[in-house]
Structures are given as structure tokens and as C-alpha cells.
């Protein structure tokens, strides 16, 4: 049912010529146990406000009849609205519904509420007033739940994605990558039991073949997981795989790494891991660089990873959306309650930085970080 509909205001008594409902204790008693932030208006004047009301405009919580008039509870624009309403309610069915009221609290600050006004009808007597936290308001909490909800999804579908790899990992390691080693090794058997020389085509061909398997297996095995990281932690693996990538490469490359020397595997320590892979590859891809930087620091509220180099630059505005490396590093960040800001210019070049806090009770507190 909609909240809003309008009720069905026939009287089964006659209206009262006039009443003092504010003085009648039984009445209050009701009103004072309304969930609803409500008003007992008589003319201008606002002669009861219960716990509800008071709580919602800031009044003093121990006093339910402020005496207020309704310039001092409203702005201009939705006193005149009230006013307005009080006078067709006394004419009509008594009920009028008022959207988005600006209602002025006490300390000086403005709510916006969405009112209902009862009036009786053909009295000019006292009127009922509730406010209710405007529609968009209601609904900002559910928005921040679904928000809520979404991060912590996609946080559980990266998780699951890097436990995928460090499995795969282990199986191209252990399982692949040992039988290749035996394989090479039997041949070596073979060769040497029928007297066939080192330099026969075929044999040399097979052991050529054996070899670039069993190297990439290892290098995609790498990639998938570095043991580093699990091993000896990020500020090895991030050591390793700068060698890796950049060695005779002829682009100088540096890290500085402050307070997370000794940083175990973890989810922060992983995301900052790909994070970073993923610049450097795109460094490596795209950037034309001379020269780039890593720098890592840690403290008690996260790590704030920041990859530079002084390549060709590009419009991060106008980044392709089929590509995915910018956004599934942005994704990672934001999944842990993060940030990530890339701000490039071309000709100067690219700088990657990225805040990933330890807790996301700690993304509250973070001020623009990254
Ligand atoms: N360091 C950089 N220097 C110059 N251009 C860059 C740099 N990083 C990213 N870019 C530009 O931004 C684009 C988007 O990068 P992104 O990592 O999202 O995709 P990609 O590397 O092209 O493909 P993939 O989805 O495989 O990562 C790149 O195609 C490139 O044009
Ligand atoms: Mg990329």
C-alpha cells in the first residue's frame, strides 16, 4: 500500500466547536508515544512537539510545548506552505501533504522533511503535523547497504580469484613443471644409453622443446603467484619482479620502500601486488619510458603504493572501456574500501597511486589519500 495515499477522512462525529487538545494530558500521552516526529499546531503556533519531533528539530528534549511560531521552525517558503495547508484543511478533507519542508533545527542547521498535515475539517482548530526523513533520505541508506554489499562481493570474488592462482600456481609448479623436469632428464638417460650424440637434429630439437616448456611454465607459474610474496613477503616479490621484467631493458628503475619491509601475504599486501604488476606491465607496454619509480609506504592506517614514470603519457579520461587494466586495479583498491588516481600527461608522463587501507574500518578515516 502506498504510504502516501490519501485516507479516507469521512468523520463519524460531528467536529468539536473548539477544544484545547494540547492541555489534555490523555491526548499528549498518545502523541508522546508516536513513533513519528509530530507537531500539535493551533494556528501559527506550535504548542506540542513529541520526543520524536523534538529529536528530529534539536528542541530541548525535556520540553514538549515550545511555544514555537512557524517562521522559527521553517524557511520562508515552507512556513507560507503551512500556513497554506492549515487554511485549505479547515475548508476540505483536513489533509494535505507537504513535500521536502525546510526545517530550520535548532542549532542553525536545515533538514529537508516530507510533512503531512491533518487539520479538521470545517474547524478552525488545532492541526496534526508529522515529518518523516525526505524520500531521497530513506532511501540513502539503502544505497549505502547495496554499496556496502557490492564492495564486499567483489572483494570475495578477487579473493577467490587469487586463490584460483596461488592453486594453479602450485599445480604448474608441482605437477607440470616436475614431470617436464623428468622428462629432460630421462631424454638426457636415453641419449647417453644409445651412444647418440649431443649434436643429433632430432635430439637437440626435443631437448630445445622440453626446455621452453619447462621456462614457460615456470614463468606463467610466476606470474600466476610469485612464491616470494608468500615466502619472504611483498618488498621481495615487488624486488623480484622488477628484475624480472625490467633487467636489459635499458629503462632504469628504482624502489623506496618505508615501514612495510617484512609485510607478510595478506589481502592489502596482494592487491598492492597486482596493482603494481599491472603498472609496470603497462610500463613496459605503452609508456616508452626512460626511467620509473616504485615507492611503498606504511603506516598504521594502510599502505600507499605509488608507481611513476616519465613515459609518453596518455588521457586517462579517455581510456578504452574494453580495457581492463586500469579498472581492475581501480576495482582492487575500491574493493578494500580504497582509492586509485592516475594522473597522466602527455610527454611528462604517468603516475599511478594508489591508498589501500589495513581495515576498511580505517577507509572512514582516510582523507583523500591517494
Ligand atoms: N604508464 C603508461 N604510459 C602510457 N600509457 C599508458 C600507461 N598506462 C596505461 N596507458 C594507456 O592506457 C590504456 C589503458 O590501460 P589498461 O591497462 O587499462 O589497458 P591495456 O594495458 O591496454 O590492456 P589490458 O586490459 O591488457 O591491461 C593503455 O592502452 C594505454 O594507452
Ligand atoms: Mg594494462
Redesign the pocket.
Known amino acids: 500500500m502506498n504510504p502516501r495515499a490519501r485516507p479516507d477522512r469521512s468523520l463519524p462525529f460531528p467536529p468539536p466547536e473548539a477544544c484545547a487538545l494540547d492541555a489534555d494530558p490523555r491526548f499528549l500521552a498518545l502523541l508522546e508515544r508516536l513513533p513519528d516526529p509530530t507537531l500539535l499546531l493551533d494556528g501559527e503556533t506550535v504548542r506540542y512537539a513529541n520526543p520524536a519531533a523534538r529529536s528530529q528539530a534539536g528542541l530541548p528534549a525535556d520540553d514538549p510545548h515550545p511555544e514555537l511560531q512557524l517562521d522559527a521552525l521553517f524557511d520562508g517558503a515552507s512556513a507560507q506552505r503551512v500556513r497554506q495547508a492549515l487554511d485549505n484543511g479547515s475548508k476540505g478533507d483536513g489533509w494535505t501533504a507537504l513535500d521536502r519542508l525546510r526545517l530550520r533545527r535548532l542549532d542553525e542547521t536545515w533538514i529537508s522533511r516530507d510533512g503531512e498535515l491533518v487539520a479538521i475539517p470545517g474547524a478552525s482548530g488545532p492541526a496534526l503535523m508529522t515529518l518523516r526523513a525526505a524520500v531521497a533520505e530513506q532511501s540513502a541508506p539503502v544505497v549505502a547497504a547495496a554499496r556496502r554489499a557490492l564492495a564486499e562481493s567483489s572483494l570475495r570474488a578477487v579473493e577467490a580469484q587469487e586463490r584460483e592462482r596461488a592453486r594453479l600456481s602450485r599445480e604448474l609448479h608441482d605437477q607440470i613443471g616436475q614431470s617436464l623436469s623428468a622428462a629432460a632428464l630421462r631424454l638426457s638417460l636415453l641419449l647417453q644409453r644409445h651412444a647418440i650424440p649431443d649434436d643429433d637434429p632430432q635430439a637437440m630439437a626435443l631437448s630445445s622443446i622440453l626446455d621452453d616448456v619447462l621456462q614457460q611454465t615456470r614463468s606463467l607459474s610466476l606470474q600466476l603467484r610469485p612464491p616470494q610474496l608468500d615466502d619472504f613477503g611483498l618488498a621481495s616479490a615487488l624486488r623480484s619482479l622488477l628484475q624480472r621484467l625490467f633487467a636489459d631493458t635499458g629503462i632504469h628503475y628504482d624502489i623506496e620502500i618505508e615501514g612495510s619491509r617484512d609485510m607478510p601475504a595478506n589481502r592489502v599486501s596482494v592487491a598492492a601486488y597486482r596493482i603494481i604488476q ?2 609496470l ?3 613496459l ?5 626512460a626511467a620509473l619509480r616504485v615507492e611503498l609506504r606504511a603506516d598504521s592506517i594502510g599502505l600507499v603504493l605509488t ?1 611513476v ?1 616519465d ?4 588521457d ?1 579520461e579517455r ?2 572501456s ?8 581501480r576495482e582492487r583498491a575500491e574493493a578494500l574500501g580504497g582509492q586509485l588516481v ?1 594522473h ?1 600527461r602527455a610527454g611528462i ?2 603516475r ?1 597511486r594508489a591508498f589501500l587501507p589495513w581495515s576498511p574500518l580505517h577507509a572512514a578515516s582516510q582523507t583523500e589519500r591517494a
Not at 607496454?285 to 619510458?289: G, K, V
Not at 574494453?322 to 586495479?329: I, Q, S
Open positions: 599491472e603498472c606491465t603497462n610500463v607496454r605503452h609508456a616508452r619510458a608507481v614514470d613515459g609518453a603519457g596518455f586517462a581510456v578504452d574494453e580495457r581492463l587494466g586500469l579498472r581492475g586495479m592516475v597522466s608522463g604517468t599511478v
